[in-house]
C-alpha cells in the first residue's frame, strides 16, 4: 500500500505540466550571427529538450523593410539574395509548422548558403531533409502567397529589435551580448520538473580565431 503511494506521487512529479517556455527567433538568411545561433544554439537546445519544454516561434525577415506595401517593394540587409531566402524560409515554416521540420531545413541552409546560389541550396537542403521542394518553390515563386508571407514576418518582428539574431524568451530579449548558456537560460525559465538534458551543456563554439 505505501509502496503504491509513493509510485503513484513519483509518477504525479514526472507528469507535471508546465507552460512551454515561448522562444522567438528573429532571423534573416545570409547573417552570419543568425546562422551561428540558429545551428549553434537554438537547435541543438531544442533538440535537447523538445516541444514540452520549448515553444519556438522562428521569424526570417530581421533587418529587411517593406519600403512600399501596395507597390510590393523592399530591402533586404544582405541584397536580394537575402529577400529570397527569407522567402523561403517563411514558405517552409508556413508548410512545416512543426520546428522539428523546419529548423533543420534552415539549418541546413545555414551551413552550405555560401557554396551555392540561394535557389540550389534550399533545394539541396530540401532533398537532404525530405521536403518538398516543389511546395516550397512554387510558395516562393507566387508573387501574392510570398509578398504576404513577407508582411507577416515583418509584422511579427519586434519593431524595437536594435540587431539579428533577435531573441526572445518568454517576452523578454536574451541577451546574446551578456547571457552565453541557452539551454541554462530555458531551463531556468521552464517552471515544470528539469529535464534530465538540464544538466548538461550544449557545447558552445564562438566565432573567434585564436592565437596559438
Ligand atoms: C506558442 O507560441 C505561439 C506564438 O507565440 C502562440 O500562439 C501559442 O499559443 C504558443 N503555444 C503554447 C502551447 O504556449
Not at 516562393?140 to 526572445?168: G, I
Request: charged share 20%; aromatic share 8%.
Amino acid at each position: 500500500m505505501k509502496l503504491a503511494l509513493a509510485i503513484s506521487f513519483a509518477a504525479a512529479a514526472v507528469a507535471r505540466a508546465a507552460d512551454p517556455v515561448n522562444v522567438l527567433l528573429c532571423i534573416e538568411a545570409y547573417c552570419p550571427g543568425c546562422q551561428q545561433f540558429t545551428v549553434d544554439d537554438l537547435i541543438p537546445t531544442y533538440e535537447a529538450l523538445g516541444s514540452d519544454v520549448m515553444n519556438v516561434t522562428v521569424v526570417p525577415f530581421g533587418n529587411a523593410h517593406i519600403t512600399d506595401e501596395d507597390a510590393r517593394t523592399m530591402t533586404c540587409q544582405h541584397g536580394e539574395d537575402e529577400c529570397s531566402g527569407n522567402s523561403y524560409e517563411q514558405c517552409a515554416i508556413s508548410l512545416y509548422p512543426d520546428p522539428t521540420d523546419h529548423l533543420s531545413y534552415i539549418g541546413c541552409f545555414d551551413k552550405i548558403s555560401g557554396v551555392m546560389a540561394v535557389d540550389k541550396a534550399f533545394e539541396t537542403c530540401a532533398t537532404q531533409q525530405g521536403l518538398d521542394w516543389d511546395g516550397i518553390s512554387a510558395c516562393h515563386d507566387d508573387a501574392d502567397q510570398s509578398w504576404e508571407l513577407q508582411v507577416a514576418a515583418a509584422a511579427a518582428t519586434p519593431a524595437d529589435h536594435t540587431y539579428v539574431p533577435w531573441v526572445v524568451v518568454n517576452g523578454e530579449q536574451y541577451d546574446l551580448d551578456v547571457e552565453t548558456d541557452f539551454l541554462g537560460f530555458i531551463c531556468d525559465a521552464y517552471t515544470g520538473d528539469k529535464p534530465a538534458a538540464c544538466s548538461g551543456k550544449v557545447a558552445k563554439k564562438t566565432l573567434r580565431c585564436e592565437n596559438k
